[in-house]
Protein backbone atom coordinates (compact mmCIF):
# COMPACT_ATOMS: atom_id res chain seq x y z
CA UNK A 1 0.00 0.00 0.00
CA UNK A 2 1.35 3.32 -1.03
CA UNK A 3 2.18 5.08 1.96
CA UNK A 4 0.72 9.23 2.51
CA UNK A 5 2.71 11.82 4.45
CA UNK A 6 0.31 14.97 5.86
CA UNK A 7 2.62 17.48 7.35
CA UNK A 8 1.35 20.95 8.34
CA UNK A 9 2.51 24.07 10.12
CA UNK A 10 1.69 26.14 12.33
CA UNK A 11 0.41 23.96 15.50
CA UNK A 12 -2.50 23.61 17.57
CA UNK A 13 -5.03 25.73 15.47
CA UNK A 14 -7.45 25.38 12.53
CA UNK A 15 -4.23 23.89 10.01
CA UNK A 16 -3.74 21.18 12.27
CA UNK A 17 -7.67 20.54 12.50
CA UNK A 18 -7.69 20.37 9.15
CA UNK A 19 -4.55 18.52 8.62
CA UNK A 20 -6.33 15.87 10.97
CA UNK A 21 -9.72 16.42 9.51
CA UNK A 22 -7.98 15.11 5.42
CA UNK A 23 -5.91 12.71 7.69
CA UNK A 24 -9.44 11.02 8.54
CA UNK A 25 -11.22 10.98 5.53
CA UNK A 26 -8.04 8.79 4.39
CA UNK A 27 -8.51 6.23 7.10
CA UNK A 28 -8.19 3.73 4.60
CA UNK A 29 -4.75 4.65 3.45
CA UNK A 30 -1.28 4.51 5.10
CA UNK A 31 -1.13 8.06 6.53
CA UNK A 32 1.20 9.41 9.21
CA UNK A 33 0.28 13.23 10.12
CA UNK A 34 3.45 15.24 11.63
CA UNK A 35 4.11 18.60 12.25
CA UNK A 36 6.84 20.14 10.49
CA UNK A 37 8.67 20.37 13.62
CA UNK A 38 8.62 16.66 14.27
CA UNK A 39 10.41 15.86 10.77
CA UNK A 40 13.77 16.62 8.25
CA UNK A 41 13.45 17.42 4.77
CA UNK A 42 15.25 13.63 4.78
CA UNK A 43 11.77 12.00 5.77
CA UNK A 44 9.58 13.28 3.30
CA UNK A 45 11.25 10.84 1.03
CA UNK A 46 9.57 7.72 2.64
CA UNK A 47 6.29 8.74 1.47
CA UNK A 48 4.80 8.05 -2.04
CA UNK A 49 2.40 11.18 -2.05
CA UNK A 50 2.96 14.31 0.37
CA UNK A 51 0.22 16.62 1.53
CA UNK A 52 1.46 20.08 3.30
CA UNK A 53 -0.50 22.34 4.85
CA UNK A 54 0.00 26.19 6.32
CA UNK A 55 -2.02 29.15 7.05
CA UNK A 56 -1.29 32.51 5.35
CA UNK A 57 -0.61 33.98 9.16
CA UNK A 58 2.90 35.07 8.90
CA UNK A 59 3.74 33.66 5.68
CA UNK A 60 5.01 37.29 4.86
CA UNK A 61 7.58 36.91 7.57
CA UNK A 62 9.14 33.49 5.96
CA UNK A 63 12.18 35.46 4.88
CA UNK A 64 12.38 35.45 8.72
CA UNK A 65 15.48 32.93 9.59
CA UNK A 66 14.23 32.15 12.56
CA UNK A 67 14.14 28.26 14.31
CA UNK A 68 10.26 28.83 15.22
CA UNK A 69 9.41 28.98 11.83
CA UNK A 70 9.15 25.72 10.25
CA UNK A 71 8.29 26.26 6.97
CA UNK A 72 10.92 28.76 6.80
CA UNK A 73 13.51 25.88 8.33
CA UNK A 74 12.32 23.27 5.79
CA UNK A 75 12.09 25.59 2.76
CA UNK A 76 15.76 26.52 3.38
CA UNK A 77 16.66 22.68 3.92
CA UNK A 78 15.02 21.83 0.23
CA UNK A 79 17.47 24.87 -1.10
CA UNK A 80 20.28 23.89 0.55
CA UNK A 81 20.79 20.16 -0.24
CA UNK A 82 19.10 20.84 -3.83
CA UNK A 83 16.40 18.27 -2.70
CA UNK A 84 15.36 16.19 -6.15
CA UNK A 85 11.67 15.54 -5.64
CA UNK A 86 11.99 13.92 -9.11
CA UNK A 87 8.25 14.51 -9.76
CA UNK A 88 6.62 12.82 -6.27
CA UNK A 89 3.28 14.11 -6.23
CA UNK A 90 2.49 16.29 -3.68
CA UNK A 91 -1.31 18.28 -2.60
CA UNK A 92 -1.26 21.24 -0.59
CA UNK A 93 -3.77 22.93 1.77
CA UNK A 94 -4.00 25.69 3.19
CA UNK A 95 -6.14 28.64 5.19
CA UNK A 96 -6.34 32.47 4.59
CA UNK A 97 -8.84 34.98 6.26
CA UNK A 98 -10.56 36.72 2.98
CA UNK A 99 -12.38 39.20 5.16
CA UNK A 100 -9.28 40.58 7.40
CA UNK A 101 -7.01 40.00 4.37
CA UNK A 102 -8.65 40.19 1.32
CA UNK A 103 -5.31 41.34 -1.28
CA UNK A 104 -3.43 38.02 0.01
CA UNK A 105 -5.99 35.67 0.30
CA UNK A 106 -3.68 32.16 0.96
CA UNK A 107 -0.88 32.99 -0.83
CA UNK A 108 1.25 30.92 0.88
CA UNK A 109 -0.15 28.32 -1.13
CA UNK A 110 2.18 29.84 -4.19
CA UNK A 111 5.56 30.04 -1.92
CA UNK A 112 4.86 26.54 -1.13
CA UNK A 113 4.24 25.64 -4.76
CA UNK A 114 6.86 27.72 -6.07
CA UNK A 115 9.27 25.93 -4.17
CA UNK A 116 8.26 22.01 -4.76
CA UNK A 117 8.08 22.97 -7.93
CA UNK A 118 11.54 23.93 -8.18
CA UNK A 119 12.57 20.92 -7.17
CA UNK A 120 10.54 19.18 -9.37
CA UNK A 121 7.34 17.73 -7.72
CA UNK A 122 4.49 17.53 -9.36
CA UNK A 123 1.37 19.22 -7.81
CA UNK A 124 -1.83 17.83 -8.03
CA UNK A 125 -5.15 18.56 -5.85
CA UNK A 126 -6.16 22.30 -7.41
CA UNK A 127 -9.26 23.45 -5.88
CA UNK A 128 -11.77 25.73 -7.68
CA UNK A 129 -12.36 29.35 -6.68
CA UNK A 130 -16.32 29.11 -6.15
CA UNK A 131 -17.46 30.78 -2.81
CA UNK A 132 -15.00 32.86 -1.85
CA UNK A 133 -14.80 36.63 -1.69
CA UNK A 134 -11.32 38.54 -2.00
CA UNK A 135 -9.44 41.05 -4.16
CA UNK A 136 -6.18 39.10 -4.78
CA UNK A 137 -4.33 36.05 -4.45
CA UNK A 138 -1.24 35.09 -5.65
CA UNK A 139 -2.20 31.31 -4.98
CA UNK A 140 -5.35 31.57 -7.84
CA UNK A 141 -4.26 30.23 -11.58
CA UNK A 142 -6.82 30.77 -13.71
CA UNK A 143 -10.11 30.00 -12.11
CA UNK A 144 -8.72 27.69 -9.84
CA UNK A 145 -5.86 27.37 -6.75
CA UNK A 146 -2.72 25.82 -6.09
CA UNK A 147 -4.52 23.37 -3.62
CA UNK A 148 -7.50 23.11 -1.40
CA UNK A 149 -8.37 27.09 0.12
CA UNK A 150 -10.25 27.17 3.48
CA UNK A 151 -10.88 30.02 5.49
CA UNK A 152 -11.91 28.64 8.68
CA UNK A 153 -12.35 32.06 10.17
CA UNK A 154 -15.67 33.16 8.22
CA UNK A 155 -16.52 29.86 6.26
CA UNK A 156 -16.42 27.25 9.64
CA UNK A 157 -19.19 25.21 7.80
CA UNK A 158 -17.22 24.60 4.98
CA UNK A 159 -14.29 22.28 6.89
CA UNK A 160 -16.12 18.86 6.13
CA UNK A 161 -17.46 19.45 2.89
CA UNK A 162 -14.47 20.84 1.37
CA UNK A 163 -12.29 18.51 2.78
CA UNK A 164 -14.33 15.35 1.88
CA UNK A 165 -14.34 16.94 -2.06
CA UNK A 166 -10.68 17.53 -2.04
CA UNK A 167 -9.68 14.06 -0.22
CA UNK A 168 -12.18 12.20 -3.25
CA UNK A 169 -9.87 14.65 -5.58
CA UNK A 170 -6.44 13.42 -4.00
CA UNK A 171 -7.47 9.71 -4.28
CA UNK A 172 -8.05 9.90 -7.97
CA UNK A 173 -4.42 11.54 -8.72
CA UNK A 174 -2.24 10.22 -6.14
CA UNK A 175 -3.76 6.50 -7.29
Known amino acids: MKKIGIF ?25 IKSLGDISYKELFD ?13 SHWEDATKDNKWYVMLHELE ?16 GDQVNYPNNFADSL ?5 HFVKHKAKIVGNWP ?19 LVLDLDNQPETLEDYTSRWVEILKKEFI
Open 80 to 95: KNHADFNWKKIAIFGL
Open 129 to 147: NIGYEFKESKSLVGNNFLG
Open 110 to 114: EVIHS
Open 8 to 32: YWPLKGNVEKVARAIAEKLDSYNVD
Open 47 to 59: YDFLIFGNSTVGA
